[in-house]
């Protein structure tokens, strides 16, 4: 997995390094970035084993197409899931994700796509996704993920969010998030039931560097809890995830 890791990194570095010949076209567009984080929360539960990690990705977008890479990297050793152990400095997990945008009519937009799951010590899969926003106040937005690869049964994941960016000042943003989740034996989240699964709220700050407004530096706040017991079972709980992230736009 750490191969096929390093191999996504350079692939996304060699690509990044062709922009500059394809912006003479103003076709490609992209970011790279790197954030510290207190730990790893999937689905409202904890990768990392309560540890600090750092988080680095590139995503590439062309008319409409965008490939990302992002990989986590452990800083402390560690028990993932109490089952897999991890050493600091290990990249614990990499996603390949691509995706396609479309806004068919003004008021909604559609992304869908395929993530794929490398995870060190676990198994690998693969989930499609389709993503509806409806471009209004609040931007509600419903998620519907499949993971046909590795779930034995129904393996669908579901969220619907809100958000909403207030403008304090110049090159100062504040974004504010909601998120619900239903679980319909999903394998990352747990194929142990059907019912609600966790929730989510966040704040982001988005400030750009005056001197270099392509560089944006972001912390953020997120709380989460379990909706249901059964989600408690699997792992979801009480939990509060913070950091900070410096993204590069090009």
């Given at each position: 997995?750490?191969?096929l890791s390093i191999?996504?990194?350079a692939?996304?570095?060699?690509?990044?390094?062709?922009?500059?010949?394809a912006k003479?076209e103003?076709a490609?567009?992209?970011?790279?970035?790197?954030?510290?984080?207190n730990?790893?929360?999937?689905r409202g539960i904890?990768?990392?084993?309560?540890?600090?990690?750092?988080?680095?990705?590139?995503?590439?977008?062309?008319?409409?197409?965008?490939l990302?890479?992002w990989?986590?990297?452990?800083?402390k050793?560690?028990?993932?899931?109490?089952?897999?152990?991890?050493k600091?400095?290990?990249?614990?997990?990499?996603?390949?994700?691509?995706?396609y945008?479309?806004?068919p009519i003004?008021?909604?937009t559609?992304?869908?796509g395929n993530?794929?799951?490398?995870?060190e010590?676990?198994?690998d899969t693969?989930?499609?996704?389709?993503?509806t926003t409806?471009?209004?106040?609040?931007?509600?937005?419903?998620a519907?993920?499949?993971?046909?690869?590795?779930s034995?049964?129904?393996?669908?994941?579901?969220?619907?969010?809100?958000?909403h960016?207030?403008?304090?000042?110049?090159n100062?943003?504040v974004?504010?998030?909601a998120?619900?989740?239903y679980?319909?034996?999903n394998f990352?989240a747990s194929e142990?039931?059907?019912?609600?699964?966790n929730?989510e709220?966040?704040?982001?700050?988005n400030?750009?560097?005056p001197c270099?407004?392509?560089?944006?530096?972001?912390?953020?706040y997120?709380y989460m809890?379990?909706?249901?017991?059964?989600?408690?079972?699997a792992?979801?709980s009480d939990q509060?995830?913070?950091g900070i992230?410096a993204a590069y736009?090009?």
């Amino acid at each position: 997995m750490k191969k096929l890791s390093i191999l996504f990194i350079a692939i996304s570095l060699c690509l990044v390094s062709l922009v500059s010949v394809a912006k003479a076209e103003d076709a490609v567009t992209g970011d790279v970035y790197l954030g510290m984080y207190n730990k790893y929360i999937f689905r409202g539960i904890d990768l990392s084993d309560n540890k600090w990690v750092a988080q680095f990705g590139a995503d590439l977008s062309y008319k409409g197409f965008t490939l990302g890479f992002w990989s986590n990297l452990m800083t402390k050793a560690g028990n993932i899931l109490d089952t897999v152990p991890v050493k600091a400095g290990d990249i614990s997990e990499t996603d390949v994700t691509l995706n396609y945008s479309f806004t068919p009519i003004e008021l909604l937009t559609f992304n869908v796509g395929n993530v794929f799951y490398s995870l060190e010590g676990g198994n690998d899969t693969n989930e499609l996704y389709v993503k509806t926003t409806v471009n209004t106040l609040l931007s509600p937005t419903l998620a519907i993920n499949w993971d046909y690869d590795e779930s034995d049964e129904t393996g669908l994941f579901y969220t619907f969010s809100l958000g909403h960016t207030f403008d304090v000042m110049k090159n100062l943003g504040v974004s504010l998030g909601a998120l619900v989740s239903y679980n319909q034996q999903n394998f990352s989240a747990s194929e142990a039931y059907n019912n609600w699964h966790n929730y989510e709220l966040s704040i982001t700050a988005n400030y750009k560097l005056p001197c270099l407004e392509k560089l944006v530096i972001s912390p953020s706040y997120t709380y989460m809890n379990a909706i249901s017991d059964e989600a408690r079972d699997a792992g979801v709980s009480d939990q509060s995830l913070y950091g900070i992230k410096a993204a590069y736009y090009f």
